[in-house]
């Protein structure tokens, strides 16, 4: 059977690499690493199809050290041991060329099976190289991470695609055999969702689907290729993001049979539910907020249930707490409000702290008035005084608006009610 596109293209050489010069590039770290010789443990974070996998082939080869590689998603703490034997016997104790041991979405390992990894690291057996879509603060163990160096893959941008489609076309016996122009690429960009993997497979797809030997690359033409040709989820990344973007903006419409449905392909593919969690966390606060703040306890108790639950059983909890964010009022006016507030601070930067609101742990900041014009809230009546709590060159400027629901139409006439004009939305 022949490998598909992607992998008949995977660059062989830190020097065939395309985009990441923070990490391939002749200054960047991977590059400098290998001239040494020393290659630490790493954990590579990044979007699917951005070249983790190709990365880790490409240091064990540079480097001339054994490979081995697992899955998370079929790979026990027996596998891992396994390995682990072989890579000791292979290389010997505490050897500078130890083996390189990479394991592909290192995020969906238990504890139990990452602290099995541990000792190795530790005592050097091996190199590990963990590969994530996942930020690894959140899903690998402490202990492991401060073991590890964290690399971050950027996003491709559309030169990177471009270049990946052009080496393709130049490379690849198979696709050379054709006469290809690519007219129009933003429909063949949009589709791959900026994963490579998926770019170069589509195209290929594309290419195998005309049976002409001069072939013009067209968004048209792409889109009525692709639609007949509609992959399932895949929960490595092909699809991944693509289903749960339509699971949140589903949430955000107000529609529950949508965002059930959304999240039936995503329990049937295999979809980690502490990654369903957390983007249920996010809608929570995004889209639902202060309209119903209730939904945000519930979201994050569905995802400390769901940690502990697993499958299949967290599938009726997330389901519930899914059609309960469907079903509640939405406002976003507090993540409207944060995002005003950063632009204003990128604006105009590191403005000074009203001297009144000033913390005055010493004599003589006392004396320099620190704090000295500050009212006490609760001395007042209703627990308000009316007083300026943003720096003077920015007074008056609105963040927060409360959106048109009936827990922040209270609000709105809570703050009318006690800052009068300055709060008259």
């Known amino acids: 059977m022949e490998a598909p596109l992607a992998e008949r293209v995977r660059p062989q050489a830190l020097s065939d690499y395309i985009s990441q010069s923070h990490l391939a590039g002749e200054n960047g770290i991977l590059t400098r690493q290998l001239k040494t ?15 983790k996998t190709t990365l880790a082939e490409i240091i064990a080869k540079e480097s001339e050290r054994p490979f081995y590689a697992l899955s998370a998603i079929n790979s026990g703490v027996k596998d891992v041991r396994e390995v682990i034997e072989k890579a000791k016997t292979n290389s ?5 060329r130890n083996p390189i041991l990479f394991i592909d979405e290192i995020h969906r390992f238990s504890k139990s099976q990452q602290d099995s990894l541990l000792a190795a690291v530790e005592r050097g057996w091996i190199t590990l190289i963990g590969a994530t879509t996942e930020n690894p603060s959140f899903e690998v163990i402490p202990a492991l991470l401060s073991r590890c160096q964290v690399y971050t893959l950027n996003p491709f941008t ?12 130049e490379k690849d016996d198979k696709i050379k055999r054709k006469k290809i122009t690519l007219t129009e690429t933003e429909a063949l960009f949009r589709v791959s969702g900026g994963d490579g993997r998926k770019l170069l497979n589509t195209f290929e797809l594309i290419v195998n689907s005309i049976p002409e030997e001069s072939i013009e690359i067209t968004n048209d033409a792409v889109m009525k290729i692709v639609q007949k040709n509609t992959v399932l989820y895949d929960k490595t990344g092909e699809q991944h993001y693509d289903i749960v973007s339509a699971f949140i903006k589903s949430i955000r419409g107000s529609d529950p049979n949508g965002a059930v449905y959304w999240l039936a392909r995503m329990i049937e593919g295999g979809e980690d539910v502490k ?6 966390l996010i809608a929570a606060s995004e889209d639902i907020g202060n309209a119903n703040p209730t939904a945000l306890i519930m979201a994050n108790n569905t995802f400390q249930a769901v940690s502990v639950i697993g499958y299949p059983e967290s599938r009726i909890l997330l389901s519930q707490c899914t059609v309960y964010l469907a079903t509640s009022p939405k406002s976003n006016s507090s993540y409207i409000a944060i995002g005003k ?5 990128k604006q105009t930067g590191d403005l000074s702290v009203p001297i009144h609101l000033r913390n005055a742990p010493t004599k003589l900041m006392k004396e320099l008035g620190y704090g000295e014009d500050y009212k006490y809230s609760h001395d007042y009546a209703n627990n308000f005084v009316n007083q300026e709590f943003l720096p003077q060159e920015i007074s008056g400027t609105v963040f927060y ?25």
């Open 341 to 345: 507030a950063q632009q204003v601070v």
């Open 275 to 280: 990654f369903i969690a957390r983007r249920l």
């Open 37 to 51: 010789g020393f290659i630490p443990s790493l954990i590579f974070w990044g979007p699917p199809g951005t070249g």
């Open 401 to 425: 608006e409360p959106g048109q629901n009936a827990r922040e139409n209270a609000t709105r006439e809570f703050l009318k009610n006690r800052w009068k004009l300055k709060y008259n939305y």
């Open 92 to 96: 010997g104790l505490f050897t500078a």
């Open 158 to 169: 559309k030169d990177d695609l471009q270049a990946l489609l052009e080496r393709a076309m």
